[in-house]
């Protein structure tokens, strides 16, 4: 018989996301043969698809396609970093950012339903996916996507995988790829300051408040002069503007010459950026932080209340 390690049963969880006992216990059936082990919990608990649907999915891509002035991006996720990399995983990705520029789905159902085939699996890319999740063993899903479709010129950057731009512009092409490039740097949150969300700029202001309030209570206390209410209020609105700047694609200083900002080099090279999209991979999603060594201490210590 051989011996069932913590190593083995840790690894075998991760393949299927089956509870701790039951991978020892398939572990154990199959005389520690991994791959009759995940056999055997397949038949007992149902296909990996299933169990991988709840596992939180943080890292992945992003894949751009762009044909004239039709386009798609997609940030498609899977659990692992590693799985990332996976060229099955990759080629599914550009396919489905393909399928959205030419079909431009209203949503992930709609973009699942679309046909596609690929590694023996289909018809459709949803098909293709689930497929996936079962060779791979790991969980992926489509997060987000956008169609091109407005008839302005496309331009693209890529940095790796993890961070995709396109622009829409008029204008000079090699002009509009630098900005995509210095988007994919700066990651400004709207073109202009005049499009910066209402609920960003009053985050920002309320903590400028909060500073200057910080600042006025330690000068009292140190006896210091304080700050007329119509200085702070200045002070507050000068630092929403500074924000304002920071954070809007025209006012940043264009990072390959910072003596001018990105709206003065693209005037001075004939160029005018309609709109852009950023997707950075995980944006926003939480990623969960296991603990094997405690789930396994709460397991056996669960396991020994109910002896």
Known sequence: MAAITASMVAELRAKTDAPMMECKKALTEANGDMAKAEE??????????????????????????????????????????????????????????????????????????????????????????????????ENMTFRRFKAFRGGNKLASYLHGTRIGVVVEYEGDEVA????????AAMKPVALTSAEVPAELIEKERAIAAAKAAEDAAKAQAEGKPVQSPEIVAKRVEGAVQKFLKEVSLMNQPFVKNDKQTVEQMLKERGTTVKSFTLYVVGEGIEKKADDFAAEVAAQVAAAKAAA
């Open 40 to 137: 055997i919990l397949r038949v007992k608990l149902g296909t990996k698809a299933g169990k991988a649907a709840s596992r939180i999915t943080a890292e992945g891509v992003v894949a751009i396609f762009i044909e004239g002035t039709t386009g798609g991006m997609i940030e498609v996720n899977s659990e692992t970093d590693f799985v990332s990399k996976n060229e099955s995983f990759i080629a599914m990705a550009k396919a489905a950012a393909e399928l959205v520029a030419k079909h431009n789905p209203a949503d992930v159902a709609a973009l699942g339903a679309l046909p596609y085939s690929q590694d023996g699996f289909g018809p459709t890319l949803e098909d293709v996916r689930k497929g996936l999740i079962g060779k791979i063993g």
């Open 176 to 183: 509009a790829k630098d900005v995509a490039m210095h988007i």
